[in-house]
């Protein structure tokens, strides 16, 4: 839609409307302006994340609960709404959860029981919310399952698909490609250019079941590691800001940081020696 939108031009001769109608959007989407949140829901949304990071199961009625705690009053729509806004979606067993779902492009998860024994072997893809004093940024990023190394990151405005893709294009670049790389069901992964990017490269598709806490765990790990020990201890003020120290902080992840999971190596030592 973003990039349908880009095509219409103001300096063109045909009219918005011809323009509009030519690449399918809709003329309203063109000239409409998107409101800032108030800073009440800015500061909502931060003490939401938060408590997402310790409590990852809870749903629009705890946090509602939770903000109640604090005496702060949110109903449950606009509660639902900042959730949806911010990407987080509580987890727990849903309906039907061994069916996939309708959506053409989902694919079924590719890790259990699977040995992944080398770098490039399995890549884990994500986005998560980083508040900002005046606002909010996403943060996309790929972590090398076998090594815990990041391997791509970038940061955004919007949960657009284009972040996604330009993060891993850049990692493959650098990098070379995985053999797997495993996602959500967001709309970012179910659709067609990621899908057809992916294929295209020979990448195989792996994506957690909906509702799961555990399959996509290693990049959830990560997003606790650089929120507790960055974001919501520096607090960054602007985009700019952030992008130094987040690229500091993946620096000091990569190349410092010993890691619990593989027997306290370093990422680096451990995605190098082993490549």
Known sequence: MTDRLQMVDRQEGLSIRCQCNLVSVNR?????????????NLRIMRLMDEYYMKHPTAGVIRMRDFLMTLGTIANHKRVRRLLRLMGLMAIYPKKNLSRLGQAKYIKPYLLKGLTIDHPNHVW??????IPMPRGFLYLTA??????????????????????SMNVTKDAILRHGKPEIINSDQGSQFTCHDWIEYLEKEDIKISMDGKGRCIDNIFIERFWRSVKYDYVYIKVPSDGLELYQGLKEYMDYYNNELCHQGINHQIPANRYYQAA
């Open 124 to 129: 884990a893809i994500d986005i998560t919310y």
């Open 142 to 163: 790929i972590i090398d399952v076998y090594s815990r190394y990041v391997v791509g990151w970038g940061i955004s405005n919007s949960l657009d698909a284009s972040c």
């Open 28 to 40: 309203g989407s063109f000239y409409y302006q998107p409101v800032a949140e108030t800073e009440e």
